[in-house]
């Protein structure tokens, strides 16, 4: 069976990381089976999660090549719409994971109160007399690929509005659909639901979250995926 490696349920989330639950929501999709394993980062080239593994042991790293290879074993997650619709669902997609996930990052892993009572959990098996010190660098190195993308040049009011904006575009290019391009999910639901519902946990001081919450077209849409596939 193929072992999707990912993390585990946590924070009301299926996973911490919304690239792992896009992964377990487009296998839900397809109707094919797989395995659950804990990600081992260091084990893989691109250090991230998730990545399957297939009973031949060939591994298929991120969360896209992965559906291409369900898309190669007959998953099909065009839902009958046009190129013209699903150009549309993948912008938002690429809203969800180039823009808005970098703020779900950001208010999780640079605001001190949300790392420690979060994402500190990963470093919890590494040596006590070493955990600070990987902590400090594993930070560092978020902190930096922050301010590379741009996010972390922003004040926190000025990251709020942008957070503000994103989650505004996703609620209106929802419309009343109950998905988002219409009555049938597609493969770009995963990735939106994964990345509103991560976003808007509450475990977490999130301004943009909060905001979100707020919106009860977005909180009915990630009861509808979560129903639909959870």
């Not at 299926?14 to 094919?32: H, N, Q």
């Not at 208010?107 to 990963?122: A, C, S, V």
């Amino acid at each position: 069976m193929i072992k999707l490696h990912g993390f585990m349920p946590a924070w009301g989330l299926e996973d911490p990381s919304p690239y792992v639950t896009k992964a377990r929501t487009l296998f839900k999709m397809a109707g094919i089976p797989y395995e659950s394993a804990m990600a081992d980062l260091e084990s893989v080239s691109k250090h991230k999660a998730p990545y399957i593994v297939l009973e031949n042991g060939d591994i298929i790293k991120d969360s896209t090549f992965i559906r291409k290879y369900l898309e190669t074993q007959g998953a099909n997650f065009d839902a009958n719409y046009t190129r013209k619709e699903l150009a549309y669902g993948f912008a938002i997609e690429r809203l969800c994971e180039n823009h808005l996930n970098w703020i779900l990052t950001h208010d999780r892993w640079l605001n001190d109160e949300n790392f420690n009572k979060g994402p500190r959990m990963f470093f919890m098996n590494a040596p006590e007399e070493m955990r600070e010190s990987i902590i400090s660098d594993v930070r560092g190195r978020v902190s930096v690929g922050q301010v590379s993308h741009g996010i972390s040049r922003h004040s926190d009011d000025e990251i709020f509005e942008l957070g503000k904006m994103d989650v505004d575009a996703i609620s209106d290019a929802l419309g009343d659909n109950d998905f988002i391009l219409g009555a049938n999910p597609c493969g770009y639901d995963a990735s939106i639901y994964a990345t509103i519902a991560g976003i808007s946990t509450t475990f977490f001081d999130c301004r943009t979250g909060e905001y979100a919450r707020q919106n009860p077209r977005l909180m009915s849409y990630i009861d509808r995926m979560k129903n639909k596939y959870f």
